[in-house]
């Protein structure tokens, strides 16, 4: 049998020693009583796990006979190709070659960081724990939540060199078959070097990567990644990223916050009405601004026309460039905040507080009422709970300050107008990006625009498509 | 996609590359108030009222005198005494000096209304004499002159008693059948402008003057009331003067048309007007009912009195400002309302006025 004498050669300790050449840190050891040899990568896998089922056992044997009982058990994997072995001593396991076989024992556990609060989303009340980067960590935090074995995991691997797990979540007789399926086949079908993020991965799976706006939901927090999958969404862990992907999504989504549901209904109705409110001020009262001083002289109220053209006065520049030097510092500044560290960062804001307040205003370079706008208007995007979005929007308001510098209102509302058509045409795994607006789905509203109490949510929402849309019994 | 990109960004920049129509704000003359007169030689005189922005200086104002054609060449000619592009869109009043009033308004009403930029609640204000002096004299304590009479008409208008007339009520009872135009009469009192009466109009032009005494009067005739403060004359039993002033008036007023036998119409005006007595200076105890519905007898009297002298001069001068022919309109079919001339009918009519008052409370004492 030559063939079969090949491949044995192939598998041979020269040949994986070969595989890793140059790889200084692959770790091997020798069994002489016995003639085993085992080769792994010491960071990668579990010392105490290494000790106790392989080392300790390995070293306790005397005779080569020993060696082929303690092989049989389950735990070591027998393996006959070297591309097995090659990716399973990556993949955090141990090959021991004894002198006619080849097993795998599976002793994984990198370094990782612990679980801790999340930074990007974090909450007043409820869960404070996050995702971290290990998959294996992040899928038990959600098994932690739904102990159902409806809970199905779906592995593949991404990325031609890095090869990085990538988990679709989803809920068995929740979820959506057919998006299922539609994920899977695009995330199948990424070809590309290596991915290293959830938000990269979402790009690479999204209906049009051009848009500006995610049609994705992304986020850290295990609380609203298992609400997410309760409700008929799938979701996508990606290891070594503490992103998680959850689809399909609509743009009204990324205006909610899980504490809305912890606290009282009013109150979370309130905050969803002041992000919305947040959404309008961050995307157009700079550009209204804008507008009303270089356009519309007649709009601006008698009581404070006065106190608006005196704060113009000394201002040398037309509005929309005041505007848009105003609104370019706040990013400079917002944009050195998140780079440097803590301690620095505070003294960042404290000297772009003065530079931009009072300073600038003194120096005549704008006018108050243009600080108090671009303050607000910088304010209310970060009350926007998806940063990924906040940033999106932050980055068309500069478009719309340009419109309405140039046509005043009309550019305003053509922006809008715009951003609205475009929007429209937007879809997540196919489903409507506006939903429940467009298409209008009435019955989805108080979960998306208000947050009605708890009996009046019986249903999930229509976008997951769900073949069971009663989430819980009405008891009113 | 690129190419669209591109076509857009070169459209708005072509679209631009000679924009005019922008208008910064601080390199702007806003107009506050407008005055119109007529001169002697028959031309028009506009003085404009505009804030001075500059922080810098004391002025708070600066005053543009034209003497035109037409109201709209006066900006020309403002435009050259002032290196501020002068605009009209902040315009908050317009004064017409009372010999304009009494030549007729509408053209000059109607150039403002012409213009876009010209709201339609810019309050139109008839000045006792010359407009444009009463604009440019100091009063004192109010540095801006325009402004000072602006919320001097808001505040009166708000106690209901002198109207404030816009732009949009004027054109509307204007143009409108069977209604005549009102405006407020202001006065300089020295170092005051004083409210001083309301202007009736016959048409365009204004006839006749209802002096601020018996304001509350035309306004109970006029139409509702609502939180308005009101001061009564009553003769007195024994001949003396008496004065009954109300607080949170409320009135109705509803009017009923007949047709007497002879073809003259006969209207019954009914005002109701409710309210509590602040000040009574008669002999009569408040706390007693007997009394109370005496007074509010007394009270109707007087008003039905006041009221019906009243509508009697308007109907000399011709001035239907009641809206009376309204409601005579409206019992009439189209095409005998149109083949009736009412502003020669009007001075026919029977008036009969019939006023209910009550007395909710004296007061919160006792």
């Known amino acids: 049998m030559p063939k079969q004498q090949d491949q044995q050669e192939r598998l041979s300790l020269r040949h994986i020693l070969q595989e890793f050449e140059e790889c200084a840190d692959l770790t091997q050891r020798e069994f002489p009583e016995i003639g085993a040899y085992i080769v792994y990568f010491s960071h990668s896998v579990d010392n105490l796990l290494l000790i106790n089922q392989v080392l300790d056992p390995l070293s306790s044997l005397k005779r080569k006979k020993d060696l082929e009982q303690l092989l049989c058990e389950s735990q070591f994997v027998p393996v ?53 980067e290990s998959a294996t960590t992040n899928i038990s935090l959600i098994r932690r939540r739904i102990r159902s074995s409806h809970l199905k995991v779906i592995h593949c691997a991404v990325g031609e060199v890095s090869k990085t797990d990538v988990y679709i979540l989803y809920m068995k007789d929740i979820a959506n078959l057919d998006y299922v399926k539609d994920l899977e086949g695009r995330i199948r079908r990424i070809e590309t070097d290596a991915i290293n993020d959830g938000g990269m991965l979402s790009q690479y799976i999204e209906d049009k990567p051009t848009s500006v706006f995610p049609q994705f939901l992304t986020t850290e927090r295990p609380d609203v990644s298992s609400s997410k999958l309760v409700s008929g969404k799938i979701l996508v862990l990606i290891d070594n990223s503490p992103t998680v992907i959850s689809a399909p999504a609509s743009f009204f989504e990324f205006f909610s916050s899980s504490d809305d549901y912890y606290e009282r209904w009013v109150l979370g109705t309130a905050l969803r009405l002041v992000r919305y409110v947040a959404l309008l001020i961050t995307l157009m009262l700079t550009a209204l601004y804008v507008a009303v001083t270089s356009f519309h002289y007649e709009m601006i109220p008698e009581s404070m026309l006065l106190t608006l053209a005196e704060s113009r006065n000394r201002v040398p520049f037309p509005p929309v460039y005041e505007a848009l030097m105003m609104e370019f510092t706040i990013e400079l500044l917002r944009e050195a905040g998140a780079r440097l560290p803590t301690k620095v960062g505070q003294t960042i804001g404290i000297v772009g507080g003065i530079v931009i307040g009072q300073a600038a205003v003194q120096a005549g370079l704008t006018s108050n009422i243009l600080i108090i706008s671009v303050a607000s208007s910088a304010i209310a995007s970060f009350v926007i709970p998806s940063y990924l979005m906040s940033a999106s929007l932050r980055v068309i308001r500069f478009g719309v300050i340009i419109l309405a510098g140039v046509w005043g209102n009309m550019g305003l509302v053509f922006g809008i107008a715009v951003i609205v058509i475009h929007l429209c045409g937007l879809s997540s795994l196919g489903s409507s990006y506006l939903i429940p607006v467009a298409p209008m789905r009435s019955r989805d509203w108080k979960d998306v625009f208000i947050r009605a109490p708890f009996f009046a949510l019986v249903t999930r929402p229509t976008q997951n498509q769900t073949s069971n849309p009663i989430r819980q019994k009405n008891r009113k | 996609m690129v190419k669209r990109i591109a076509a857009m960004l070169a459209l708005v920049l072509l679209l631009t590359g000679c924009s005019t129509d922008q208008r910064i704000l601080d390199r702007l003359g806003m107009v506050q108030t407008a005055a119109f007169d007529s001169t002697e030689g028959g031309k ?47 315009m908050r009043e317009l004064l017409f000096g009372m010999d304009l009033a009494e030549k007729g308004l509408w053209k000059y009403v109607e150039t403002q209304l012409r213009d876009p930029s010209v709201g339609f609640s810019v309050k139109l204000t008839i000045v006792d004499g010359k407009a444009g002096e009463l604009l440019a004299a100091e ?13 001097l008409l808001e505040k009166e208008a708000s106690g209901n008693n002198i109207p404030a007339t816009t732009l949009y009520e004027f054109s509307r009872d204007y143009n409108d059948d069977g209604i005549d135009v009102i405006a407020p009469i202001v006065s300089d009192g020295s170092d005051k402008v004083r409210v001083s009466g309301i202007a009736l109009f016959a048409g365009d032009r204004m006839v006749m003057r209802v002096p601020v005494k018996e304001g509350l009067i035309f306004a109970l005739c006029r139409g509702k009331l609502k ?18 002033v109300f607080s949170s008036v409320t009135s109705k007023r509803k009017v009923k048309v007949h047709r007497l036998p002879d073809g003259r119409f006969k209207v019954d005006l009914y005002v109701s007007l409710q309210g509590s007595v602040l000040d009574y200076t008669g002999q009569r105890t408040l706390k007693e009912e007997a009394d109370r519905h005496e007074l ?44 009736m001339d009412w502003r020669e009918m009007y001075p026919e009519v029977e008036v009969k006025c019939h006023a209910k008052v009550k007395i909710k409370d004296y007061g919160k004492y006792m």
């Open chain 1, 80 to 132: 006959t190709d070297s591309k097995t072995a090659v990716k399973g001593i990556l993949g955090g396991g141990v090959a021991i070659f004894a002198a006619d076989s080849v097993h795998l024992i599976d002793v994984f556990g990198p370094e990782a960081r612990s679980v801790t609060e999340s930074e990007t989303e974090s909450i007043i009340a409820g869960p404070h724990d996050a995702f971290v």
């Open chain 2, 44 to 90: 028009l005189l506009v003085t404009a009222s505009i804030p001075v922005i500059d922080p810098n200086t004391e002025e708070h104002r600066e005053i543009l005198q034209a003497e035109t054609d037409s109201v709209k060449e006066a900006r020309l000619v403002f435009s050259r005494q002032t290196d501020l592009r002068v605009v009209s869109g902040q």
């Open chain 2, 139 to 151: 009063h004192k304590p109010h540095a801006d002159t325009g402004r000072y009479i602006t919320h």
């Open chain 2, 227 to 244: 939180r308005g403060e009101a001061a009564l004359d009553l003769e007195g039993q024994s001949g003396k003067r008496e004065v009954a």
């Open chain 2, 296 to 339: 509010e007898k007394e009270v109707a009297l007087s008003i039905e009195d006041k009221a019906e002298q009243l509508i009697r001069q308007m109907q000399q001068k011709k001035t239907d400002a009641l809206g009376l022919g309204q409601y005579v309109r409206n019992s009439l079919s189209y095409k005998a309302w149109e083949d």
